[in-house]
């Protein structure tokens, strides 16, 4: 594997831009970290907070990189990428699919920055973890005449019908065992809502022709079982798209268990050189 620099001072920090303004909501912010300037534009990374819709910012990776510094999305960017973290409407501002125009909003507003920024639009990777894989895988799938190179997925919901039944009462979030994360998503229990939970849900929108992904997930994940991305990998590879799917033996929700994320952050970088051709 290719050998990843430390991040330095070349590596520029621009925070809070606004990239949508809904009506009725507050501004949609993220935040860019830029590497050095190169002799050709760098390929963009735009990352996706998890946080199961409900809460967390574009602040937010993986509590298993906590003791990082720089974090690593400052190490992504000393690797020579461009890279976007943005925050999108949580399920209790707005239903679905709110989060999905909106980051879709996001990639929109960064192509139309990209001279501005430095960084090369025809070259996009999207990475998420948990809800924000949700929103990367669906984003990727449903990318038609975009630029989207490949898509990194931890651990992110794929099938809502059937995350719904894999977790049970174990999932709800208030004494209603109707009351779940997906339930606030949808705005109405997903049993209740079966046309909208498949369109919410990546594995219904696999199609030939979409890009590659790279999934990890962590095999005891109480949370969004290892058999939901275990289904998604399957789908994609039969629908002939190329997809990489690493099990990761006992770790639980946010790499809980991992004693050293390193392997993982590094096979992520080595996805988005392939993928972006760097």
């Given amino acids: 594997m290719a050998h990843i620099p430390s991040p330095g001072d070349d590596v520029r920090f621009?925070?809070?831009?606004?990239y949508a303004a809904p009506i009725?909501?507050?501004?949609?912010?993220l935040d860019l970290y830029l590497p050095a300037a190169g002799a050709d534009p760098a390929p963009l990374v735009v990352f996706m907070h998890g946080g199961g819709w409900l809460r967390g910012d574009r602040s937010m990776v993986s509590p298993a990189f906590a003791s990082w510094r720089p974090g690593p999305l400052a190490r992504l960017a000393a690797a020579g990428f461009a890279v976007a973290s943005v925050d999108y409407r949580l399920s209790?501002?707005?239903r679905f699919p709110a989060q999905l125009e909106d980051v879709s909003a996001a990639?929109?507003?960064l192509t139309g920055q990209a001279e501005d920024y430095g960084f090369d639009p025809g070259r996009i990777v999207l990475w998420g973890e948990s809800a924000g894989a949700h929103l990367a895988a669906l984003l990727g799938l449903r990318s038609r005449g975009r630029p989207v190179r490949g898509v990194v997925d931890w651990y992110g919901p794929a099938d809502l019908a059937a995350l719904d039944g894999q977790v049970g009462a174990a999932g709800a979030l208030t004494d209603d065992p109707l009351d779940t994360r997906e339930a606030r998503l949808l705005g109405a229990p997903v049993a209740e809502a079966p046309e909208l939970a498949r369109a919410a849900s990546p594995i219904s929108h696999v199609r030939a022709g979409a890009p590659p992904f790279l999934i990890?997930?962590?095999?005891?994940?109480?949370?969004?079982?290892?058999s939901q991305s275990e289904a998604l990998a399957a789908a994609l590879a039969e629908a002939g798209v190329g997809v990489?799917?690493?099990?990761v033996e006992g770790a639980g929700h946010m790499w809980v268990g991992v004693a050293d994320p390193t392997p993982l952050f590094d096979a992520v970088v080595a996805f988005a050189r392939e993928v972006a051709g760097v």
């Fill in 14 to 18: 621009v925070g809070g831009l606004a």
């Fill in 24 to 29: 009725g909501f507050r501004p949609l912010l």
């Fill in 92 to 94: 209790g501002e707005a």
């Fill in 107 to 109: 990639v929109e507003w």
């Fill in 216 to 226: 990890a997930h962590g095999t005891a994940d109480r949370a969004v079982p290892f």
């Fill in 244 to 247: 990489s799917f690493e099990a």
